[in-house]
């Protein structure tokens, strides 16, 4: 959505992705969750998603200039 300029799609992308964060917050709250290997998958895959957005924008901002 970002790169198409396709605003609706952005924004579900983001409801998705805001609601992905709260659902691991409520598995953290959970011994037994907290613990699993889907957990630590997820974790995982939230912080290279996290990293590739970063370096995207950082490319998008000095290319800009």
């Not at 409520?26 to 970063?54: C, G, Q, T």
């Not at 950082?58 to 290319?63: I, L, M, Y």
Request: avoid cysteine; charged fraction near 30%; charge should be positive.
């Amino acid at each position: 959505g970002r790169d198409e300029g396709n605003k609706e799609l952005k924004e579900k992308g983001l409801r998705l992705y805001s609601s992905a964060l709260q659902d691991m917050a409520v598995a953290l709250r959970s011994l037994l969750k907290a613990r699993s290997d889907s957990i630590l998958a997820a974790s995982k895959l939230f912080r290279l998603y996290e990293v590739s957005m970063a370096v995207v924008n950082h490319r998008q901002r000095r290319s800009n200039f």
